[in-house]
């Protein structure tokens, strides 16, 4: 398509586009508007964007792909640069960058089988005291 929109543009002056769009069966909007993205200098903002985009991916690999976005937005905010956590979340689907999760190792804590002295029961299950400070108790929970 791209080829009959430039040959197009290259025979404008010998041919009316009219007459070249019908020929070569594409529309006059659709050639309009291929000008109009080619012609066009980019925009502040889109300058702007793609200039974060590349900050966004340079630090995307330099963490090695396991910042997200909210990380990165973190990372661009602590070197100086204003943005919005929203901005940087559609910059990254737009990049396609997703962060690469990792699951959590669970650890154990209750050991069963050991040498160690074990504590001696001594209340056995009778909480009640007869004064303050008669007995103390709490739950590791």
């Not at 586009?17 to 000008?35: A, E, F, H, N, P």
Request: overall charge positive; proline content about 2%; aromatic content about 10%.
């Amino acid at each position: 398509m791209t080829a009959k929109y430039a040959f197009i543009e290259e025979h404008r002056n010998c041919w009316a586009i009219r007459t070249m769009c019908k020929v070569l069966k594409v529309s006059k909007s659709g050639y309009y508007d291929w000008v109009k993205r080619n012609e066009a200098p980019l925009t502040a903002k889109e300058f702007a964007r793609q200039e974060r985009c590349k900050l966004v991916e340079e630090i995307f690999r330099e963490y090695r792909s396991i910042y997200g976005y909210r990380k990165i937005c973190h990372e661009l905010r602590r070197r100086g640069i204003v943005c919005a956590l929203n901005t940087i979340h559609s910059d990254c689907k737009r990049l396609g960058i997703k962060s690469i999760t990792r699951r959590k190792v669970r650890v154990r804590t209750t050991d069963s089988n050991h040498a160690h002295p074990i504590a001696k029961n001594v209340l056995c299950r009778d909480f009640k005291a007869e004064k303050p400070d008669e007995k103390w108790v709490t739950d590791i929970t």
